[in-house]
């Protein structure tokens, strides 16, 4: 299902009523909207660090904890891919419950990422692959993904169905 907000925003003010179709989405609609709500989800820094998630399992599972964790500088440095592997797949587990969490694969990418000047960046390419929840069956969802280590932005590279 498209977000609230997707929902209430009224593309064609001028008509007095709307067929059913215009108020759902399309598959491809569906990918779109989950491709731009992945984005900013892991565009967003929460405060995963400053929660104690034994003690706080619903505060670290609300709002209050949107995002994922710092992903740049001496954080990740630290981290081997498995903890941010495991960072980024308990945010969309969290966050994004139009995804079926059973088919969430979160992979590195091996491809490098080169800058306009041709040089090499500081950047951990990885890959999101999953199931969105679509009647009657669902949808196959795949993104890829590449976080400057740098700035700390992820940047969704490209989608393509499954």
Excluded at 4 to 27: G, I, K, N, V
Excluded at 107 to 119: F, M, Y
Excluded at 126 to 140: C, K, N
Aim: glycine share 4%; proline share 7%; no cysteine.
């Amino acid at each position: 299902m498209p977000t609230l907000l997707d929902r209430l925003r009224d593309d064609a003010p001028y008509r007095q009523t709307e067929a059913p179709e215009a108020y759902t989405a399309t598959r491809k609609q569906m990918r779109d909207i989950v491709q731009r709500d992945l984005a900013y989800l892991l565009n967003t820094t929460s405060i995963e660090d400053r929660i104690d998630r034994a003690r706080y399992p619903q505060a670290a599972a609300s709002t209050v904890n949107f995002g994922v964790p710092p992903l740049a500088g001496t954080f990740i440095a630290s981290r081997r891919w498995s903890d941010v592997e495991t960072m980024i797949r308990r945010a969309i587990g969290d966050f994004e419950p139009r995804l079926i969490p059973e088919s969430l694969v979160v992979s590195p990418r091996t491809d490098t990422d080169v800058d306009s000047a041709g040089e090499h960046r500081n950047v951990l390419a990885f890959e999101v692959r999953g199931l969105i929840h679509m009647d009657p069956y669902p949808l196959e969802f795949m993104v890829q993904s590449s976080l400057d280590l740098e700035t700390s932005e992820i940047r969704i590279t490209g989608m393509r169905a499954g």
